[in-house]
């Protein structure tokens, strides 16, 4: 219906060219360069297929894909089996303290994965405290954490909380008098669940599936702390990329270009799948959480509270930890803030560029999702499909890789931007826009169209109608995104890890690198600092939106 | 200051598809002028081609004899009231209603003044400072308007503008509407499904099918004289009734209805071509009961009081169904399975060609 206004060049076109341009710039062009170093050998310089070669040859490269593709799937497995009927269970029945348990639900899943690593080897590592706790008073030896299981436990926790979201919102939308009529229908208990229940919630079940999927894929810093030698394919891609011994480029690039092509293939599989079966839900009698009696209600609660425990430990010890007394580098008895200090003195740069950056990257942020998600709803047609398209990359292509396409892209004249700042704002902005884009946009969806037009039909410019009409309805949208947006920024990991010099460190790659080294006093006090702020911004963000959910 | 609109050979395609072939139209200064037809006709289409939400693909616009094709929509000044309202809900009433007149670069008191004076116009002067989710539908309708109206629009455009709201208010709505077009007299063009609301506010109304405008005429004449049987079902609820044209030795026409019934037609004398088989627009109030047994014989299927008038549903001899309606009276009941014979108002009714195209009985078609 805005034919019209389309073919009139306008203020929005060139706003649309801007942010293609940079979309081509920032995220095309450093795929495109992943791409053509992947297939030229790079010393002569010459078409090659070398890299693909070596890598589907090699046991070495082949087991590392396995390991990944084995982590993945049971990580997606086990959050879904855990997370969904804690969904279930949550929203069909009363629990004590369940908007608390929400809450603490969505912080653990906040954090950095790799702080959750770190902090279950000192529980249940080798000299871990539960190990030694286990060992000395009841004799049990605890089995090995390191490798496969401590991936697997640490993924699961920290990512069932998305499942948990996922599910909880879609049961919200399930009218419950459809379960009534299925009752009425002398369909119930397991049955009506099985029948009604789980074909209704599937789509969202495969839509967070997907999202599990991917970032169980992607993530980096668990297998490197936690795996102990069990190498993933992010490991892999790292390990050739950044050692100083033997590192590739070109072979790296060449692994990447095989998890992009594998995640898309996965990707499209899910939408297909998901499209099949979908349905739109609103409901007019949401299901409500009703008490029940007995044994039920009892295990009921201690699967929920169960849950919120086993996912908060790991933050609530980490912080413990962190006013502990230290001497060198292990934690002696008594408490001090000994540890905060040490962060501050060795490695307060590092908070100071986190808060900096992630700044910068809001505000960029910020501008940019608000007017990408007004060409993408407003303004539909062939450009704003295929800005959409770009919008969604960054959730198939995994950090670390971004990263490295990058640094391959920008690494010199006239584009000299290895070892900036500029370059982690760029990945940081790319990485993290789609959250702010997809909140802005949801409330996009629901102001019509006529809202504008009478703007326009009562003489007001574009700009004017946006930043007087458009803006301020989509603003609840756009700062409830750029919150999410924040958070995440200041808690990732992979790609910092890739793209950072001595003057760019982050807060996340100083525990990263403290944890290694061992110093696990300034690490936990670092990660405590990173909790706060998480903590606070979600507090901020549950204050302007007056929601108790975020949406991923 | 008011204009004509003036639509020439008007062509709105969306991509191949052809939504409005070819149409011509001019709509007097100050009149209130509306747009009617089923969901999908092209009214709504024609509107926004009017305010520029809409391109044009052929043909010509005209506001007063000036091209409107190319103008942007901004600078048509127009006033349009949408069917949601599209009040922008982070803004108070006030604010709602300077909007249009802030763009237009007027001086605080005046800007003040004016939107003074709209809100007595519209009667909401008690919630000037309100914020718009803190008002009911009716009074949303009126900020619409207020807002619509406030910059001197040329044109005044009406998008369904009563469909959110409940029957009672609807009927309020419109008469308050009515009145407050005639106050400030702008051309006024509604667009709406409802033929009831159609007749009740428009000096002329446009029956619209299929892109393409069936009858133009005043309320009364569409009512009265259809051009085409389109028109008689979608205005008014009418039956449809084959029948057969026989003339005289004098050359007098007459409808014959089944085998049985035959009522002249003076207004067919005038046709001098033969006519056979037709179809007869009886309107319900237009078949009267027979006092004695001559006539359409029927069984009454259903007879439903509805204080001022009874509707009945007459099964007729040779098996169609028909919805007649006549006066309650207070001894005289009608009650379902009793068997009447009905005749009809011969100067009422219409008689078009087999085909539903042509009014024989007058008309503009």
Redesign the interface.
Known sequence: ?????M??FDIWSMITAAIFVGYIVFLALPLFMLLIKSFFDGTTGEFSLAYFTKFFSKAYYMNAVWNSIKVTVSVTILAIVVAGPLAYVMSTIKIKGSTTIRILILISSMSAPFIGAYAWILLLGRSGIITKFLSQVFGIEMPDIYGFSGILLVLTLQLSPLIFMYVSGALKNVDHSLLEAAESMNVTGLRKMWKVLVPLITPTLLAGGLLVFMRAFADFGTPMLIGEGYRTVPVLIFNEFISEVGGDDGFAAAISVIVVLFATTVFLLQKYVANRKSYSMSALNPIEPKKIKGVANIAAHVYVYLFTIVAMMPQVYVAYTSFQKTSGKIFVPGYSLDSYRAAFSKVGDSILNTFLLASITIVIITLSASLIAYVTVKRKGAVANVLDTFTMLPYIVPGSILGIALLVTFNKQPLMLSGTAAILIAAFVIRRLPYTIRSSAAVLHQV?D??E?????????PM?TFF??TM??MISGVIAGAIISWISVITELSTSIILYTGSTRTMTVAVYTEVVRGNYGVAAALSTLLTVATVLSLLLFFKLTGKKEVSM | MSVAISFNNIVKKYGEATVIPELSLTIKEGEFFTLLGPSGCGKTTLLRMIAGFNSIEGGEMTFNGRAMNQVAPGKRNIGMVFQSYAIFPHLNVSENIAFGLQTRKLVKQEIAKQVDEILKVVQIEQYRDRMPKNLSGGQQQRVALARAIVIKPDVLLMDEPLSNLDAQLRVDMRNAIKQIQREVGITTVYVTHDQEEAMAVSDRIAVMKGGVIQHVGTPREIYQRPANLFVATFVGRTNIIEAVIARNERGEASVVIGDSYQESIPSLNRIQEAIGAVKLSVRPEEFVLSPDQTGLKGTVVNSMFLGLNTHLTVKLSHGQEVEVITQSELDDVIETGERIYLKILAEKINVFDASGNRNFTGGTG
């Not at chain 1, 037009?453 to 410019?461: K, N, T, V």
């Open positions: 219906m805005m034919n019209a206004r073919k009139r019509s006529s809202i037009e009478a703007a326009i039909s009562l003489g007001s410019s004017r007087k009409v301020p309805m």
